[in-house]
């Protein structure tokens, strides 16, 4: 059953600490995406990628990192220097190799992190 | 800059009511359009979209969507909501082959 796959699905974080979330995706899909989602604002973009080896910033890149050196996998960072990263974070894809276009997007279900 | 506002935050109904969800966009262009829902303890997934043709369309149990491009808009309705509508929406918009942006989402309360 095709999907994408978010580990794990909570996660505490000590203050100072990195953390990596993991995101899988069975889908064939060529881009893949990494949302915050907070209470109120919606779902906001912090990286993308369109092929592998390649990535960008979304609107709130800072304090987080990504890699992309397989095309099922986009593991997303958050480092120390993210000042607010308690929220629930969300993985998706989408097939289209131009990135948003009008293909929709597949989400995983999401992994919430909160700081100790 | 391309932004959508949901101006519905919370809505609370009763079974049965009819629904309409606010979905305004700022963006010129040609555009595509997505309503998401997210059940609660579930992922997002979508309900419709719209690309081009006729602008209302019909989605995922018995929602539908009507894109009137003069007044930049994409209302979300079902005239008749059941206790398992109870999720938050979200709209979407993609314009320009630009990144996707989401609004703020509307969280749908039913009553049994």
């Known amino acids: 059953d095709g999907g994408i796959t978010q580990s794990p699905k909570y996660l505490f974080r000590k203050e100072g600490q990195n953390v990596t979330l993991s995101c899988e995706q069975n889908?064939?899909?060529?881009?893949m995406y990494w949302y915050r989602q907070d209470p109120g604002q919606g779902l906001r973009l912090i990286y993308y990628?369109?092929?592998?080896?390649?990535?960008q910033k979304g609107d709130i890149a800072e304090g987080y990192s990504v890699s992309r050196e397989k095309k099922e996998s986009f593991p997303l960072t958050v480092t120390s220097a993210q000042k607010n990263p308690t929220a629930f974070y969300l993985c998706?894809?989408?097939?289209?190799?131009?990135?948003?276009?009008?293909?929709?997007?597949?989400f995983g279900d999401g992994t919430r992190l909160s700081i100790l | 800059a391309q932004s959508v506002s949901q101006h519905n935050h919370h809505v609370i109904l009763s079974e049965a009511a009819s629904l309409e969800l606010g979905c305004n966009y700022s963006?010129?262009?040609?555009?595509?359009l997505f309503w998401y829902v997210q059940y609660p303890g579930q992922h997002l997934q979508l309900l419709l979209k719209?690309?081009?043709?006729?602008?209302l369309v019909k989605g995922i149990k018995g929602f539908e969507a009507e894109f009137i491009k003069s007044k930049f808009s994409f209302n979300l309705r079902k005239p008749s909501v059941q206790w398992s509508d109870t999720a938050e929406y979200f709209c979407?918009?993609?314009?320009?082959?630009?990144?996707?942006?989401f609004g703020t989402g509307t969280r749908l309360l039913v009553s049994p």
């Open positions: 719209y690309f081009s043709g006729d602008p």
């Open positions: 990628s369109q092929i592998v080896n390649d990535f």
């Open positions: 963006y010129g262009g040609t555009v595509n």
């Open positions: 979407a918009v993609n314009a320009g082959f630009q990144k996707l942006v």
């Open positions: 889908l064939n899909h060529d881009a």
């Open positions: 998706a894809s989408s097939p289209n190799k131009r990135g948003y276009s009008n293909q929709p997007q597949h």
